[in-house]
């Protein structure tokens, strides 16, 4: 189970509302780990979130008794870190906000199996949002024989 996540973006604050949109939550200043980060909460009962941070930031292992840290490192480039969010908006919505925001997105059916919408925050973070019927898809689909049959290896030559 996800608690929350985060990623970089070039305008924190607006990633985080975009994000917090597409939940129907609430983005929030987030200073702990780094100035000008933001989170979005999606206001369920686990407190789902994610954390936006500025675009140069990398988290950091701090010596002894002491929490992570967020440095500056001026780094800007693609990342492979990416999350599948449930929202409640429908297809069309998701696309209307994409539309609205500039942001790449189009509708994926992945492995044959379930579809999502492939978001690109910013144009260069992806997202996979999955409206209700795309949930219900991803879950039958990731169903542990299921998700077996769908990713097992190929036999050996």
């Given at each position: 189970m996800l608690f929350h996540l985060s990623i970089a973006a070039h305008d924190p604050r607006h990633v985080a509302e975009v994000i917090a949109e597409m939940w129907r939550g609430e983005a929030h200043y987030f200073p702990p780990v780094t100035p000008g980060s933001w989170i979005a909460m999606a206001g369920d009962d686990r407190g789902t979130a994610v954390e936006?941070?500025?675009?140069?930031?990398?988290?950091?292992?701090?010596?002894?008794?002491?929490?992570?840290?967020?440095?500056?490192?001026?780094?800007?480039?693609?990342?492979?870190?990416?999350?599948?969010?449930?929202?409640?908006?429908?297809?069309?919505?998701?696309?209307?906000?994409?539309?609205?925001?500039?942001?790449?997105?189009?509708?994926?059916?992945?492995?044959?199996?379930?579809?999502?919408?492939?978001?690109?925050?910013?144009?260069?973070?992806?997202?996979?949002?999955?409206?209700p019927a795309m949930q219900a898809e991803y879950l039958a689909a990731m169903a542990g024989a299921n998700y077996r049959t769908m990713f097992s290896p190929p036999p050996s030559a």
């Open positions: 936006v941070y500025p675009i140069d930031t990398v988290l950091r292992e701090e010596e002894g008794d002491a929490d992570s840290f967020g440095d500056r490192t001026g780094e800007t480039r693609f990342t492979a870190t990416h999350a599948a969010l449930a929202t409640p908006l429908t297809q069309d919505e998701i696309m209307a906000i994409a539309a609205r925001e500039g942001w790449p997105a189009k509708y994926r059916k992945r492995g044959g199996a379930f579809g999502v919408v492939e978001l690109w925050i910013e144009g260069r973070q992806m997202m996979e949002l999955l409206t």
